[in-house]
């Protein structure tokens, strides 16, 4: 048996694989975000750590003794300040944070060789300009930390007490030289960062170490079990659901939702607007869109009008498309494709007398899905042909949600079974564990889930044009105000 535990931004899961792929447990923990100023995305290093215990305790129901290997996934580009131990000196700073956006302009300074080897634009939540921040507002716990840590990076420290990460974590972090497949010293030194602080890379289908005793007993596992490197969540979910060639594009929906590309070597979007990061496997990159604010929207708006998923579905349901004119801007965390904005916010807009609830619901449902478009159109404009999507993520699951997301998208889903789409990111850390005990011999020889069925576009797909033009027009109206 091979264990993957995903850290993610709303919950920790842990997924009990046997060596065929098949599942064997899961289980999951929330975790808070908290927003302590505006702007902010916080949340305590601690209490993902026993929301881990809980995932993992509850995937495990007594068969501990079974399992050969742990392999980690985590949400990217934030950043854990750790002492030497591990200790977390302050709460981690999240992807879904936008107070470095001042910091960006050190980026927009650096020298044209060194933008071109970070391969992505510089944006707001990323390890780096967050890094310029803690060392301009909080200098001390700066000055204090010996480690900065991607979230999954200080839960392996944690784990096995030795600080590494590996390059799908270290290429998100806007602090990596794509082109070289390494640690961009040199951009780090012009930044005025702390090189130090970086810590070690690995392969992501390394073994690096072993459960220690303490952590062993909070998990419930067994004391010396091998330990992989693990990957990035977005790196992991591809290698999840199997989306190694080129040719095949894949939508994750959780908190944030990506649309990713395989990509056979270095070759970054030349107009900067999507990202390029390195997947897990060695020589193999990926074309991104990155949509911040899909679950996280959608979970802010329920939490605001009190309703749960199933009201939520049922009100919208009983609205046409289009929502009667009242376009929802999901944009409370900033935007990064396309906008590339950490100032952006979101909006209701067109309400009328006869607005109700369900009229809110609906445009936050279009307003998210809209938004996925924007980003995959701005995908396509970099290159990437994407004629049918693969649909994976805890927030991909609502059956009238995926038929209004193919309508607007106006391309088929395909749908994978939901014990695969809805931990496709702990699946990618089991099978890294499986890679690193040498079960697989390489991607090729993994266990690959498919499709059961698609989701095609209905007839009423070409009721949406309107609604969405109007979304696009509303971003470049509102801006600045
Ligand atoms: N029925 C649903 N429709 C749309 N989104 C949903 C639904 N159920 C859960 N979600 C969203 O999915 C997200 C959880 O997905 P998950 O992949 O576990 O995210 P993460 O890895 O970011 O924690 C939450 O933000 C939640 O709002
Ligand atoms: O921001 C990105 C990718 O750029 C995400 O991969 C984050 O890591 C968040 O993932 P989820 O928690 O939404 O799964």
Redesign the pocket.
């Known amino acids: 048996m091979l264990l993957g535990l995903d850290l993610?931004?709303?919950s920790v899961k842990a997924l009990l694989l046997d060596e065929r792929g098949a599942v064997a447990g899961t289980g999951s923990s929330a975790c808070a975000v908290r927003s302590p100023r505006p702007g902010w995305a916080e949340s305590d290093p601690e209490e993902w750590w026993l929301a881990a215990g809980e995932a993992c305790r509850r995937a495990l129901r007594g068969r501990a003794g079974e399992v050969a290997a742990l392999g980690l996934s985590?949400?990217?580009?934030g950043v854990v300040l750790a002492g030497e131990g591990g200790r977390p000196l302050r709460p981690a700073v999240l992807?879904a944070d936008t107070r470095a956006a001042d910091q960006l302009d050190a980026y927009r300074r650096l020298p044209p060789h060194l933008r071109r080897a970070l391969a992505n634009p510089p944006a707001a939540g990323m390890a780096g300009p967050t890094l310029l921040w803690l060392r301009e507002r909080e200098p001390a716990a700066y000055a204090a930390a010996r480690w900065a840590l991607q979230p999954k990076d200080w839960l392996r420290m944690r784990i096995t007490g030795e600080a590494c990460s590996e390059p799908s974590d270290a290429s998100?972090t806007l602090l990596y030289d794509l082109a070289a497949d390494r640690w961009s010293r040199e951009a780090v030194r012009k930044l005025g960062l702390r090189e130090e602080l970086l810590p070690p890379l690995r392969p992501s289908a390394a073994l690096c170490g072993e459960l220690a005793p303490g952590a062993a007993r909070h998990l419930g596992l067994p004391a010396g079990l091998p330990v992989a490197c693990g990957g990035?969540?977005?790196a992991c979910a591809m290698l999840g659901t199997g989306l190694h060639a080129q040719g095949e594009v894949q939508l994750?929906v959780?908190?944030?939702?990506?649309i990713v590309a395989p990509r056979r070597g270095f070759a970054p979007d030349p107009s900067l607007r999507t990202?390029l990061y390195r997947a897990v496997s060695p020589g193999l990159y990926y074309a991104?869109a990155?949509v911040?604010n899909?679950?996280l929207a959608l979970e802010w708006v329920r939490e605001l009008l009190r309703v749960s998923w199933e009201t939520l579905y049922e009100e919208a349901a009983a609205v046409p498309p289009g929502s009667g004119g009242v376009t929802f801007l999901p944009y409370i965390s900033g935007e990064?494709t396309p906008h590339l904005d950490p100032a952006a916010r979101g909006a209701w807009v067109g309400l009328g007398l006869g607005c109700g609830r369900g009229h809110l619901l609906r445009a936050a449902l279009e307003g998210v899905a809209f938004a996925l478009r924007d980003a995959l159109e701005a995908l396509e404009g970099a290159g990437v042909e994407a004629p049918a999507l693969r649909l994976a993520?805890g927030g991909s699951l609502g059956e009238s949600w995926r038929r209004m997301l193919a309508d607007v998208l106006g391309r088929p889903l395909a749908i994978l079974p939901d014990e695969v789409a809805s931990v496709a990111?702990a699946r990618g850390a089991a099978l890294l564990a499986g890679m690193a005990l040498g079960l697989y011999g390489g991607p090729e020889g993994l266990p690959a889930p498919r499709p059961e069925r698609a989701v095609r576009p209905g007839e009423g797909a070409g009721r949406y044009e309107e609604a969405y033009r109007r979304f696009r027009e509303l971003y470049p109206r509102l801006r600045g105000l």
């Open positions: 993610g931004t709303g985590g949400q990217m580009h992807w998100a990035a969540d977005t994750t959780g908190t944030g939702a990506q990202h991104m990155a911040q899909a679950g990064r993520g990111s």
